[in-house]
């Protein structure tokens, strides 16, 4: 089987990490010290939160870090019983080697009640001899007051632009594959600062066998291409809207995307249509609300339709 790139390429050291330098910089102190505090990792996905505590790991244990941290999701269908259920046969083993706590990394904390969370607080604090525990959320928010504060917090930053850039050419040089330019951009405007994301765009694009190009990309993500999108909001903004909507048509019976995939395709290219700043804030309040209408279960079609009708109006204000 195929190697999976977002295991292959994640850093294994501290030092290797991209961004993040003020969280690296007391993680590795941490390592040095060999000491740490109960933590909190808040952030987006795909942003470091992972590779940091299996780096700090390695930094701390060494090879033998999989015997020192155990990974846990919080979200898991199988309930909180069970997490704590692993946490406590976890805890209780004495730990081998250098170190004498262990680490239980807790994915997806924010998934818990309030309830599961006081029970989670508890457990932190019986076993706080041996274990140290790292919670992992996107929203440090929906984390309960008294596990904030016994946890020192971190906050991981959505990746820029460039890094994610750089990070991919690193894997098209290892993987000996050829990307363009544009092939990157096309990624690094799907994924939006998620590495992950990221780097599983470029695997499934470098999988059709071709070239990597901005076709490659949105061809094998099921995404419309911009140029697409473009097309057929300034054919409603010209008034051209029977017109408009058989092209809307044949968008969605050609890529089969959902009513929000297309929305978020237009909420993208409504920054470079031709249009003064006013007309772009009207639409795209109008791109919101059209959003907030779908998810709450309004017919994807009827909406879709209005909000091309409003392309036509904005256009026709304009003239
Ligand atoms: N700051 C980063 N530096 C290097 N690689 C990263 C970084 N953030 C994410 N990645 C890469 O993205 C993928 C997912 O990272 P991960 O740490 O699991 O994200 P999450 O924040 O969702 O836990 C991995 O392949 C990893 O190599
Ligand atoms: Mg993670």
């Given at each position: 089987m195929q190697d999976v790139w977002v295991e292959k390429y994640r850093p294994r050291r501290l030092s290797d990490v991209i961004g993040q330098r003020s969280i690296v910089e007391r993680l590795s102190a941490y390592a040095k010290t060999r000491s740490m505090p109960h933590m909190l990792f808040a952030?987006?996905?795909?942003?470091?939160?992972?590779?940091?505590?299996?780096?700090?790991?390695?930094?701390?244990?060494?090879?033998?870090?999989?015997?020192?941290?155990?990974?846990?999701?919080?979200?898991?269908?199988?309930?909180?019983?069970?997490?704590r259920g692993k946490i406590k046969d976890f805890a209780r083993a004495a730990s081998f080697g250098v170190s004498d706590f262990k680490i239980i990394f807790l994915d997806e904390a924010d998934s818990l009640t309030s309830d599961a969370q006081a029970a989670l607080r508890r457990t932190m604090e019986r076993y706080t001899q041996t274990c140290r525990f790292i919670l992992s959320c996107n929203y440090s928010s929906k984390i309960i007051e008294p596990i904030q504060s016994r946890c020192a917090v971190f906050r991981f930053r959505p990746l820029g632009e460039p890094e994610v850039k750089s990070y991919l050419k690193r894997i098209a040089a290892g993987e000996h594959i050829d990307v363009t330019e544009e092939g990157f951009d096309a990624i690094c405007e799907l994924a939006g600062g998620d590495l992950r994301k990221a780097t599983n765009i470029m695997q499934v694009a470098s999988s059709l066998g071709r070239k990597v190009d901005q076709d490659t990309v949105f061809e094998s993500t099921d995404n419309i291409r911009p140029s697409e999108i473009q097309d057929l909001l300034t054919t409603a903004l010209n008034g051209n809207f029977t017109a408009a909507r058989s092209k809307l048509d044949d968008l969605i019976a050609r890529h089969?995307?959902?009513?929000?995939?297309?929305?978020?395709?237009?909420?993208?290219?409504?920054?470079?249509?031709?249009?003064?700043?006013?007309?772009?804030?009207r639409l795209v309040d109008r791109v919101g609300e059209v959003e907030f209408r779908m998810v709450s279960g309004a017919s994807e079609r009827i909406q879709l339709e209005a909000l091309l009708a409003h392309f036509a109006h904005e256009g026709k204000k304009l003239k």
């Open positions: 952030g987006p996905a795909g942003s470091g939160k992972t590779t940091c505590a299996i780096a700090l790991a390695r930094g701390l244990y060494g090879e033998g870090w999989r015997d020192n941290l155990i990974e846990l999701n919080a979200s898991d269908e199988r309930g909180i019983d069970i997490v089969g995307l959902s009513g929000e995939d297309i929305v978020s395709g237009i909420h993208r290219a409504v920054f470079d249509l031709p249009v003064g700043e006013d007309s772009k804030v």
